[in-house]
């Protein structure tokens, strides 16, 4: 990564022009101001990827700065200085957002310290920014998303069908993307000028389906006041997506067969034979063969329409695609919502690899969206974010009615509800339970670090250190700081 650019915002010239060259010393792009006013100028000329300030200053004290370095940019690190004694001031600009803080008098040395390990931080962040790029455009077509091989084998298969006229039968459970699919196939054809034409087959009656697929002439059935075009028609030269094909009347399968079979149709109470140069998609969450078997559907059709099947994967088999589509819908949803979120935190990624998504794709976006409206401004979305309850019975509270974490568990499929082993039965459990929550969201605040932690928590190192190894919290390794522990 290139050097990090730092603005120091400094009332004492010596202090200010010390820290200048020690930072300039390491390679860092350096600006200064002396007073609140004008550091608040420089944050709004440029955004800076690290902020030094002292929290007392005059004008615009160092806390306003805080905050405002932070809505500018939420990756903008901020590092505070503070008069000797005053910790709780410190802790106050913690809370804020403050990456850490540092006391007068201290050394360069010890600034030089905290500027290397953000440094670290953003080189991490601009890593994972790279990757996100390279997956977005590389296991990306037409906003279908998939890096495991199963969804690979999709997509090519998409890509190559879309190609071509044949009709394509699209399986999957619910949410998988199949309607994804089917507007993919149209928009990578070469009917992809000519229009894309969708109907639910689920969603009406035998007769209105038939006329809403073939059109009527007037007078055809009671209520048809004039002639109206059908599905078919409309979609003349385009691409029909018939959604649910498993749902059609054996008469409508008639109807569809000889469509297929012959290129020609009539209009429901008509006399006149329309040809029709449609491509035909269409998508089932039935296993139509099993329909098949079971008489409910024609097998000459069942061939007809199963010229090219896909079948998509249910989320829970392509867990590697998980975090690349939550993080897809957290940008897309952060971006509409014109709120700025970091990402997600360590324990949300983990709810995310743990939980099977019985409604696939649809609730994982559901639940991201959510999470993005529901998170606290600039912060990463935690585990409970994602669930919408303040705390269910994964975080330790009770059981939550409508919670998908809470119904099914988190550590595999669980039928009935929280089991008894889950039932917090006595205080001091439940203080336990609690305490260990605690420490940890304080801990991944403080991206690890144990000292800094212990001063949010107002413990010693010690303290927190026995705290850690009672609940099997385990140390973070790259943190300097704790490898001593
Ligand atoms: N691989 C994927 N990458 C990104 N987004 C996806 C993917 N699959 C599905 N989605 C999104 O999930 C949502 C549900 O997808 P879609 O409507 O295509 O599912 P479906 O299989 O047609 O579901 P249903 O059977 O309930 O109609 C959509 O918003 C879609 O954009
Ligand atoms: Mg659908």
Known sequence: MKSPTVLIIDDEPLMRLSMEDALRAVGCDVRAAATGPEGLAMLEQAVSDIVVTDLRLPGIDGLTLLQAAKQRSSRTEVVVITAHGSVETAVGAMKAGAYDYITKPFSMDELLLIVERIGKVLALRQENLLLREELEGKFNFEGILGKNERMREVLDKVKLVAMTDSTVLIAGESGTGKELVANAIHRSSPRRDQALIKISCAALPETLLEAELFGHEKGAFTGALKQRRGRFELAHKGTLFLDEIGEISPVVQVKLLRVLQERQFERVGGNETIDSDVRLVCATQKDLKKEVQQGRFREDLYYRLNVVPIQLPP????????????????????????????????????????????????????????????????????????CGMPSCSYLGGPQQEGCGFCSEGLTGKRAVPASRSDVVDSLAAAREQFEKQYILSILERAEGSRTMSAKILGLSRKALWEKCKRYGIPSNRSSSEDEDE
């Open 315 to 386: 989320l829970r088999a392509r867990r590697e695609d998980v975090l690349m589509i939550a993080e897809h819908v957290l940008q897309s949803r952060a971006a509409r919502m014109s709120k700025a979120v970091k990402g997600f935190s360590q324990g949300s990624r983990e709810v995310l690899l743990r939980y099977s998504f019985p409604g696939n794709v649809r609730e994982l976006e559901n639940m991201v969206e959510r999470a993005v409206a529901l998170c606290r401004p600039s912060e990463d979305i935690q585990a409970w974010d994602l």
